[in-house]
């Protein structure tokens, strides 16, 4: 069972960066693919950025130039760099890890962190 815990999430000014951390324990990282998806209030759960266990990456159009995925599966530790932040990024931000060959048995999530992002 892998457990997932996302730390980093704030209140930022528009323009301004932040660095959410998620840190996974009680599996192999290496093999898990990491995402990192978000949730505004009343919208439903949309995908960020992704980065397998190769370190390929994509990113949701809206976000792309401004974030970055990164993992260092030394400190089994996915991150996201977010710069230029807007209004329309506040959300709650989730961490996924997912089993590449069996991701309906081994799909993990953590419990999120809050990113409001105003003046």
């Known amino acids: 069972q892998v457990q997932v815990v996302e730390s980093g999430g704030g209140l930022v000014q528009p323009g301004g960066s932040l660095r959410l951390s998620c840190a996974a324990s009680?599996?192999?990282?290496?093999?898990?693919?990491m995402g990192w998806y978000r949730q505004a209030p009343g919208k439903q759960r949309e995908l960020v950025a992704r980065?397998?266990?190769?370190?390929?990456?994509n990113y949701a159009d809206s976000v792309k130039g401004r974030f970055t995925i990164s993992r260092d599966n030394t400190k089994n530790t996915v991150y996201l760099q977010m710069n230029d932040l807007k209004p329309e990024d506040t959300a709650v931000y989730y961490c996924?890890?997912?089993?590449?060959?069996?991701?309906?048995?081994?799909?993990?999530w953590g419990q999120g962190t809050q990113v409001t992002v105003s003046s």
């Open positions: 980065i397998t266990t190769f370190g390929s990456t």
């Open positions: 009680g599996g192999r990282f290496s093999i898990y693919a």
């Open positions: 996924n890890a997912v089993h590449p060959l069996r991701p309906a048995e081994y799909n993990y």
